[in-house]
C-alpha cells in the first residue's frame, strides 16, 4: 500500500513538474483591444497581445484568407543606407519580400500613450527576468518532494538550490544580464516620454529590488533546506507553493493592472479617470472594448495544480500514518 502510494505521488508530482515547467515557455494571458478604427477583416482579433512570464509578445495574425485584407502587410521603411528590392528584376517577381506583419505590442503601447499609459514592457521589470529562476527554484522543491526523506532528500534540495543560486548569480551580475536589463528597461521606459532623470531612478529601483530578490531567494533556500531537515511536516510546502502558481499569475497580473491604471503620465493626450483595467472579461475604456482571458499556458498552470494538489493530499495521508510503515 504504501508502495503504492508512494508511486502515484511520484508519478502526480512529475506530470505537475512537466506541465509547470512547460508553461513558462506559453501564452499565458490574452489581451485584446477592438475599435472601429481596426476593422475585423484586417484585425481578426483586434490589436492583440500575449502574457508570458519572461514578457509580453505580438499575439496579432495575419488576416484570414478571402478577407479584404487579406494580402495587405507593412513594408519597412527604407532610407537611402537601404538597397531597394526591385520586383522586377526577382524571378519569383515577390513584390512581399522582406515585408513584415504588425507588431501589436508596438500597437498597443502607440494606443495606450495617448492617455498616459507606459509601454508594456515596463511592466513586471524585476518579475520578468528573475521568472527563470524561480520555475528552477520550483523544480527543485518538487524534485526533492519525491526524493526519499533523510540524507536524499537533502541532498536534493542542497545541491539543486546550490545550482540554481549559481546560475542565478553568474547570469545576473557576472555575465551582465541585469544591467543590459536595465539598460532595455529605461529605454523602453522613455519611448514615448522624455523624462530621463525620472527614468534613471526607476532603473536604479529595479536594480536594488532584483539585487534584494536575489538575496531573498537564496535565504529561502535556506529556510526550505533547514525546514525540511528539522520538521517532518515542512516537505508539503514543498508541493503546495508549486501548486499555488495560478493563484499567484492572477494577484500578479491583477496587481500591475492596477499599477499601469493609476500611474499615468500627466502628459498624455486625453486624460483618462485612473481605472482598474479589465483583469478578465470584456470591459471599455473611451471608444475601446478590451478583452482580457487566460490562454493554453495557464491551463497547463491549473493542469499542473490539479496533479501537485492531490500529491500533497497523499503525502498529508502518509505523514498521518495512513498506510506507512
Known amino acids: 500500500m504504501q508502495d503504492k502510494k508512494s508511486k502515484l505521488i511520484t508519478i502526480l508530482t512529475l506530470l505537475g513538474l512537466a506541465a509547470l515547467m512547460a508553461s513558462y515557455f506559453a501564452p499565458i494571458w490574452w489581451v485584446s483591444l477592438t475599435a472601429p478604427n481596426y476593422p475585423k477583416d484586417a484585425f481578426p482579433d483586434g490589436i492583440r497581445i500575449h502574457f508570458h512570464f519572461d514578457g509580453v509578445y505580438n499575439g496579432c495574425r495575419a488576416a484570414g484568407k478571402g478577407t479584404r485584407m487579406a494580402d495587405e502587410i507593412l513594408q519597412k521603411d527604407l532610407d537611402h543606407t537601404v538597397e531597394r528590392y526591385n520586383p522586377v528584376l526577382d524571378k519569383q517577381k515577390n513584390v512581399n519580400k522582406d515585408a513584415e506583419g504588425l507588431d501589436c505590442v508596438h500597437e498597443m503601447n502607440t494606443i495606450n500613450h495617448y492617455v498616459g499609459m507606459f509601454p508594456i514592457s515596463t511592466g513586471a521589470p524585476v518579475e520578468k527576468p528573475m521568472a527563470k529562476f524561480f520555475f528552477g527554484f520550483f523544480a527543485v522543491m518538487l524534485l526533492g518532494f519525491i526524493a526519499p526523506e533523510g540524507r536524499k532528500r537533502l541532498m536534493v534540495l542542497a545541491a539543486g538550490f546550490a545550482a540554481v543560486a549559481v546560475w542565478m548569480v553568474v547570469h545576473q551580475f557576472a555575465l551582465g544580464h541585469l544591467e543590459s536589463h536595465i539598460a532595455a528597461y529605461v529605454e523602453e521606459a522613455g519611448t514615448f516620454f522624455k523624462e530621463p532623470g525620472k527614468i534613471k531612478v526607476w532603473g536604479d529601483n529595479v536594480r536594488l529590488v532584483t539585487t534584494g530578490v536575489i538575496a531573498g531567494l537564496v535565504v529561502a533556500m535556506v529556510i526550505v533546506v533547514a525546514g525540511v531537515a528539522k520538521l517532518r511536516g515542512f516537505q508539503l510546502l514543498l508541493v503546495l507553493v508549486p501548486a499555488l502558481m495560478p493563484v499567484f499569475f492572477v494577484l500578479e497580473y491583477a496587481g500591475w493592472l492596477w499599477f499601469f ?23 471599455k475604456v473611451a471608444q475601446f472594448s478590451t478583452y482580457s482571458y487566460p490562454y493554453w499556458g495557464y491551463a497547463l498552470l491549473l493542469l499542473s495544480s490539479a496533479c501537485l494538489l492531490p500529491a500533497a493530499l497523499l503525502r498529508r495521508q502518509q505523514l498521518r500514518g495512513d498506510g506507512e510503515s
Do not use: D, Q, S, Y
Open 261 to 283: 491604471g493609476h500611474n499615468m503620465h500627466p502628459w498624455g493626450a486625453f486624460t483618462v479617470k485612473p481605472f482598474m483595467p479589465t483583469v478578465f472579461g470584456e470591459g
